[in-house]
């Protein structure tokens, strides 16, 4: 309707521009008569063409008016699609990197966090996730990256938990040597955390364990599923004040430098021996 009425409009103001020149050819004639009637003429034209060019100028005015809101609505509903579909990618991304271990283990439930904050006064380089019991998050639940085990859940709140990791004292996880089967605990130490190195202690003295070999967890005590990767081992050495030998272990993951890991919230076997 009011593309119609711009169109009348235009075509109103092509006939006055006609007729404006049809008049200036007559006032180029020396008639005063002429000339008066076609100046009183052209005054009206004039006031009308004025009239008819405002009334475009307001329609196109509103018109660009409302074009360019809707326009700025669009753009913000696009924007929150965009920003949707970033976090969609991000949620994916995460996922995929345990896309092998949930294969392996159907049973698993995992939760992909990212890291938020670190405690600056624990030495053993404990960080904060930013998922917690909201999320089923609980006390003890594994941590771990795609390299492996990292460490576990030590507090939790709604939305966030604390990870102690695996170059931490407190640290207690059933291990075992993948190749030789020997066993022992998980546990870190003061002496080896700097050097994002952690051990296996509680091993016999008839080990068989050698630089090289895999570390995973055993499984035992119901808190870690078995067979996560810990680490590798570096040496084997002697506990000189309990005369007791253990494993350096390197893990494959920098413990010093995660930025996201995965909380490990169910798995089969959990808590079967606590129960």
């Known amino acids: 309707m009011k593309r119609r ?14 007729i404006v020149i049809v008049m200036g050819v007559f006032c180029l004639a ?17 006031q009308v063409t004025s009239a008819v060019a405002a009334n475009l100028d307001t329609a196109s005015y509103e018109d660009l008016k409302a074009e360019n809101e809707k326009l700025k609505q669009e753009n913000a509903e696009l ?32 939760q992909p966090a990212n890291v938020i904050r670190r405690d ?42 604390l990870v102690k990791t695996v170059l931490s004292p407190d640290t207690k996880a059933g291990a075992v040597d993948k190749q030789t089967k020997d066993s022992g605990i998980i546990t870190g130490s ?26 995973v967890t055993s ?8 067979n996560l990767v810990v680490g590798k081992v570096k ?21 010093k430098s995660i930025s996201a890991a995965a909380v490990i919230i169910d798995f089969d076997g959990k808590g079967e021996v606590a129960k």
Not at 190 to 215: F, H, M, P, R, Y
Request: hydrophobic residues 30%.
């Open 219 to 226: 499984g035992a005590g119901g808190v870690y599923p078995d």
């Open 235 to 255: 040496e084997i050495k002697f506990n000189s004040y309990d005369t007791t030998r253990y494993a350096v272990v390197e893990p494959y993951e920098d413990i």
């Open 190 to 215: 003061a002496s080896l955390c700097d050097k994002n190195l952690t051990q296996l202690t509680k091993i016999t003295e008839d080990n068989k364990i050698k630089e090289g070999d895999i570390v």
């Open 120 to 161: 600056s006064n624990d030495d053993f380089y404990s960080f904060t996730l930013d998922i917690g019991s909201a999320n089923g998050v609980e006390v003890n639940c594994p941590v771990i990256t795609d390299n492996g085990l990292v460490g576990w859940v030590s507090k939790t709140d709604a939305t966030t938990c």
């Open 79 to 110: 924007r929150n699609e965009l920003v949707d579909y970033y976090n969609l990618k991000e949620e994916n991304e995460k996922l995929w990197k345990y896309y092998d271990l949930k294969k392996e283990n159907p049973s698993y439930q995992i």
């Open 5 to 18: 009425k711009n169109n009348k409009n235009l075509r109103a103001l092509a006939i006055t521009l006609v």
């Open 30 to 46: 020396d008639n005063s008569l002429v000339s008066t009637a076609v100046n009183a003429v052209t005054k009206g034209l004039f």
